[in-house]
């Protein structure tokens, strides 16, 4: 074992924070797997489990998958966290576009409340409009609902909407008091919790002889690499090398020093995907329930919606390719660093500072954006092309990956970056005690 290890458990063992931060984390994630076992009222659960088995392909298998598997069960937790995604995406696009959310976010963290509590109106909005649309559809699925009519609907988008409430409730608090980002995390444990049972039904196909054992092992190799590939683009970035000027202050020289400005190729994250996903969700929450049912028009757009279909790949690359670029632009401003810089005395060498390096940064990551969203779009469709042909789960495909690989990855990056504190404030406690010494 090396040191680094052994001081890396040393330090975890001793960082009594960051373990309750964990416990907490946890446990809250326990309390959300719990609360998608709890179904709604007023449904027969063996004709769902029948109308769930014939529709798990295209936008309700996707949906069933962020919900952690509360959808095939219709529990409280079935529309997930979705609708603060979305009311999260309207609220974002409106501060690019209106000045009065631009006042707000220039506000500060005064802003930021307001803004934050404006996305928590629109969630529970959205999740009324779809906690009802999911109870007609149900109504009009067959003989799922025993006793339908105002009762069952009002009941239902009561339940769904509370569900999603205290499940933007929980993401709050484990983004404040645990670790990594609750609604990221929500998703993840969802993800994960249902891969066993993908894993099993994948094997049980292989028994029955729908899948071949080479098929199945073809499979496999292609999530391990999957899983590499999206390593290693998580990880890679462009460094601009900035340089900052010497000076001379009374006899000595400052500065003369060599940086870098480090810009991921993929800067958005898994963003774009869960955006994308949530887009494609929203106006069609009922459509594919109610699939079976309904005029041609609306059966054709719910077939082609289907896993691997032209339309629903079409639509989730371009919603994929417009997030990565729409995200990259909050999250980094080329402006800003350009100022910043200059206001330092930092220059990219041939690059005038100001103006000139804003647009430099600019230009090096819009390229380095279109190929971030060419690698989400091939993690998230390539996978799903060659697995739309079998009956394999959706777990298995590119952007559950993603979201899982993804969030691991910045979780884990998080607690590091917990015990890098831990270990520096150990060190000035130590250095407090032997200066009194």
Not at 34 to 48: E, F, K, N, Q, R
Not at 326 to 347: E, H, R, W
């Amino acid at each position: 074992m090396s040191s680094e290890s052994i001081n890396t458990a040393g330090a975890f063992s001793q960082a009594s924070d960051l373990k309750k931060r964990l416990i907490f984390t946890v446990l809250l994630l326990v309390v959300y797997r719990l609360g998608t076992y709890v179904p709604l009222s007023g449904i027969d659960p063996l004709a769902l489990k029948d109308m769930m088995s014939s529709s798990q392909k295209g936008l309700l298998g996707m949906f069933n998958m962020f919900s952690g598997g509360a959808v095939s069960r219709m529990a409280i937790f079935a529309l997930g966290i979705m609708p603060y995604i979305s009311s999260s995406i309207i609220v974002q696009l409106l501060t690019g576009v209106s000045d009065y959310f631009k006042s707000l976010k220039e506000q500060g963290e005064i802003g930021r409340k307001k803004i934050t509590q404006i996305t928590r109106y629109g969630t529970v909005l959205i999740a009324i409009l779809q906690g009802y649309g999911v109870s007609v559809g149900l109504e009009n699925a067959g003989n799922i609902v025993a006793e339908p009519g105002l009762y069952f609907r009002v009941i239902t988008t009561i339940s769904l909407v509370a569900g999603t409430t205290f499940l933007m409730w929980l993401g709050e608090q484990i983004t404040l008091r645990g670790v990594g980002n609750g609604i990221s995390l929500i998703i993840f444990s969802g993800i994960v919790a249902e891969i066993p049972r993908a894993l099993a039904s994948t094997f049980e196909l292989g028994r029955t002889g729908a899948l071949s054992a080479l098929m199945i092992v073809g499979i496999f190799i292609l999530v391990i690499l999957l899983v590499l590939f999206i390593v290693f683009f998580e990880r890679a970035m462009r460094k601009i090398l900035i340089n900052y000027p010497k000076r001379q202050v009374g006899n000595k020289m400052y500065g003369g020093e060599s940086s870098h400005l480090p810009l991921k190729i993929n800067t958005a994250g898994v963003i774009p995907p869960i955006f994308a996903s949530s887009i494609l969700l929203l106006p069609v929450t009922a459509l594919s329930i109610n699939s079976g049912a309904g005029p041609d028009w609306l059966m054709s757009i719910t077939a082609l919606l289907g896993r691997g279909q032209p339309l629903y790949m079409l639509l989730y690359i371009s919603a994929i390719v417009f997030f990565a670029f729409f995200y990259t632009s909050i999250v980094f401003n080329s402006q800003d660093t350009a100022d910043n810089l200059k206001n330092n005395g930092g220059f990219v060498p041939g690059i005038r500072p100001g103006e000139s390096t804003a647009n430099y940064i600019e230009y090096v990551l819009t390229r380095l954006t279109v190929i971030g969203s060419a690698y989400l779009s091939a993690v998230c469709i390539l996978p799903e092309l060659l697995i739309s042909r079998y009956s394999v789960p959706f777990y298995l495909g590119g952007t559950s990956l993603l979201i899982v690989v993804t969030v691991t990855m910045d979780t884990v990056a998080q607690v590091h970056s917990h015990l890098i504190a831990h270990q520096y404030e150990g060190l000035i406690k130590k250095a407090k005690l032997r200066g009194r010494i």
